[in-house]
């Protein structure tokens, strides 16, 4: 099956599917939009997501998929080994859970179109638009750590000892984290487990910096 992702270096949701595709063992045709210059913006790309949003993965048919997390649960239905969810319901359920806390609460809240639009709207200068930013990762790490630290499920990755979705998240949004000059001196647990996950290639691969449309 011939993939091909439509995707931007930076963008986080971008980051999370090329480390699951790259844990999955999948080519794919890395296709780059700069969205700054408002490339995901014209017909061409809106017939592929109408938001104007990447990533995309158009599978094998020419078929667009939209939406990070619900082409990464795609791909492991289609591929299910190494599986991104654990076996069972209730580890399903906290597995998604940490996941949503990333993916539902801060990246709406700190996705390019919030920020332009905070610049716009209410004249917020970079350094105020990195005070946005940080604030509300705090909300939700502050908890996440929490969460994940308490937990006798947390092994050395979210949830035992095999990266699954929440370790998709997580490393992106850690990596998105080192733009603003995040403070993750609070944070030990996600930040142990974001240095396991950069030893291995499938996420080093995945990171912004190493991607060929990255400056």
């Known amino acids: 099956m011939a993939l091909k992702l439509h995707n931007y270096f930076r963008s986080s949701t971008s980051t999370r599917l090329r480390a699951a595709l790259n844990l999955k063992g999948l080519d794919y045709e ?13 017909p061409e790309f809106k017939q592929k997501n109408p938001a104007g949003l990447v990533p995309v993965l158009e599978v094998g048919d020419g078929t667009p998929l939209v939406q990070s997390l619900a082409i990464i649960e795609y791909l492991d239905e289609m591929h299910p080994t190494p599986a991104l969810l654990p076996p069972d319901p209730l580890g399903r359920a906290r597995v998604r859970g940490l996941s949503y806390m990333i993916a539902c609460e801060v990246h709406p809240l700190n996705n390019l179109r919030v920020l332009q639009h905070i610049s716009s709207e209410f004249g917020a200068d970079e350094a105020a638009k990195a005070a946005w930013f940080r604030h509300w990762v705090g909300e939700t790490f502050g908890a996440l750590e929490t969460s994940l630290a ?6 050395t990755y979210c949830h035992g000892e095999t990266p699954g979705l929440a370790d998709i998240c997580l490393y992106a949004q850690v990596w998105n984290n080192k733009r603003f000059d995040v403070d993750m001196a609070p944070y030990p647990t996600i930040t142990r487990i974001f240095d396991a996950l950069e030893r291995i290639a499938a996420f080093a691969d995945a990171a912004p910096s190493r991607q060929p449309d990255a400056p």
């Open 30 to 42: 890395y296709l780059s939009y700069a969205l700054l210059k408002d490339e995901t913006k014209t």
């Open 150 to 155: 308490a937990s006798p499920d947390t092994g």
